[in-house]
Every structure is written in structure tokens, then in C-alpha cells.
């Protein structure tokens, strides 16, 4: 999984808890990225950075928010989760300058169950 | 409103048989299409991709075929095996931009020994 880590890779927590997903690199790639990935849906994107402390909003990034302090941790908050953030969450990397390409690399997933 | 557009959600296919997934997008801003393959319970990865300036490309068993008056491309995976049953999903994405990436809602096939 091209050096990408996540952690948990799965959890169960009560609606109403706050709840942070990491995610670690060892690439040295400059933009991350979190996804959602839900039935039907495919991958959503959450919330990604393009440098340590610069991050920017996805498409449903309401209800979450991210850090990246370092350039290997990306970190997702769930801040009050709700049941309808049951999913899998991916964390992904890329860096354009490698290889001329802008292939974005996946980590394992963790698997989030909020009842 | 979903930027890439992938069909067929479920693809059946015998062993040997010939497998075809078609995508297609609006925002002719798109110039990098990748596709990514997906095994339960890992992370996506990618599979094989074309830039807009080729018509064609071919890895192995594995070929895209993109049409850009149509703004559509699809992957055609050759001699199907069991070992290809996974999620398939296109995508889309506007180069030097980090964050122009949108993928389509996935393709579940399998190959049926």
C-alpha cells in the first residue's frame, strides 16, 4: 500500500462521540487526501492538504475537519459522529513530481461503525 | 451532481470471456483518466490510465479506450479470469490542480471460472 498507514483500521463508537482517523506516510508525497467510500456512492472525497497546514474542504466534508502538522500525518476528526458517517474511510497520497504522473495512492481503509 | 458517470454497477462474465466498462464525464477540463482496482477489504489501486492527447492504451490483458468528441472512455479487460473480480472505478481529474479528482460510483464484476 505504497507506504500509507491507517489507524484504527476499524472502530465502533456511539453517535455523539468525537472520533480521529490517522493516517501515516512514509513517501514523503505532498498532498493527501481522506475518501469516503459508501454503496453506490464510490469515493467521495472528504477533505485533502497540499502542504503541512494547508488543507481545503471536499465534496461532504460537513461534520469533519482534518490536521496535518507534519507531512507524514493526515488527520481526520469526526467531531459529533453521526450514524450516517458509517463507512470506509481512505486515506490517500500523491505527488505529481513523482514520475510525471498524478496517480493517487490508497491506503487500507478503516472500517467506521457509529451506532 | 456526479462528475464521472460509470456503467454497468454489476458485470457478470464468463472465464475467457471479454469484459467492458464504459465512463464518461462533462468537463472536457479533465486530462488525466485513470482507472483503479479494488479486492475486498484493500484500498484502490491503480490499474492503468490514459491522457486525452491518445485514443488507446494497452497493459497486458488491460486496455482503455478513450473518445474525447464523446467525452467517454472505457476499460475493456481481454481473456477475463477469476482472479479479475474486484470493483473497478474510473476516474477523472484536471492535472496540477491536487485536488480536481472525481471518481465514478465503482463497477462490481466477476468472472465466473
Known amino acids: 500500500d505504497a507506504g500509507i498507514t491507517q489507524s484504527p483500521r476499524h472502530k465502533v463508537t456511539e453517535t455523539g462521540t468525537p472520533v480521529t482517523l490517522r493516517c501515516h506516510q512514509t513517501?514523503?508525497?505532498?498532498?493527501m487526501y481522506w475518501y469516503r467510500q459508501d454503496p453506490g456512492h464510490g469515493l467521495r472525497l472528504i477533505h485533502y492538504s497540499y502542504g503541512v497546514k494547508d488543507t481545503d474542504k471536499g465534496e461532504v466534508s460537513d461534520g469533519y475537519s482534518v490536521s496535518r502538522s507534519k507531512t507524514e500525518d493526515f488527520l481526520l476528526t469526526l467531531e459529533s459522529a453521526t450514524s450516517s458517517q458509517t463507512s470506509v474511510y481512505f486515506c490517500?497520497?500523491?505527488?505529481?513530481?513523482?514520475?510525471?504522473?498524478?496517480?493517487?495512492?490508497f491506503g487500507p481503509g478503516t472500517r467506521l461503525l457509529v451506532l | 451532481q456526479q462528475q464521472v458517470k460509470q456503467s454497468p454497477q454489476s458485470l457478470i462474465v464468463q472465464k475467457g470471456g471479454i469484459s467492458i466498462i464504459n465512463c464518461a464525464y462533462e468537463?472536457?477540463?479533465?486530462?488525466?483518466f485513470p482507472w483503479y482496482q479494488q479486492f475486498p477489504g484493500k484500498g484502490p489501486a491503480l490499474l492503468i490510465a490514459?491522457?486525452?492527447?491518445?485514443s488507446e492504451k494497452k497493459e497486458g490483458r488491460f486496455t482503455i479506450s478513450f473518445n474525447k468528441s464523446a467525452k467517454q472512455f472505457s476499460l475493456h479487460i481481454m481473456d477475463s479470469q477469476p482472479g479479475d473480480s474486484a470493483t473497478y472505478f474510473c476516474?477523472?481529474?484536471?492535472?496540477?490542480?491536487?485536488?480536481?479528482?472525481?471518481f465514478g460510483t465503482g463497477t462490481s464484476l466477476t468472472v465466473i471460472p
Open positions: 490517500a497520497i500523491m505527488d505529481p513530481t513523482v514520475a510525471a504522473q498524478e496517480t493517487q495512492y
Open positions: 468537463n472536457t477540463a479533465f486530462d488525466y
Open positions: 476516474a477523472a481529474s484536471i492535472t496540477n490542480t491536487g485536488n480536481q479528482f472525481y
Open positions: 513517501e514523503n508525497h505532498r498532498y
Open positions: 490514459i491522457r486525452p492527447d491518445v
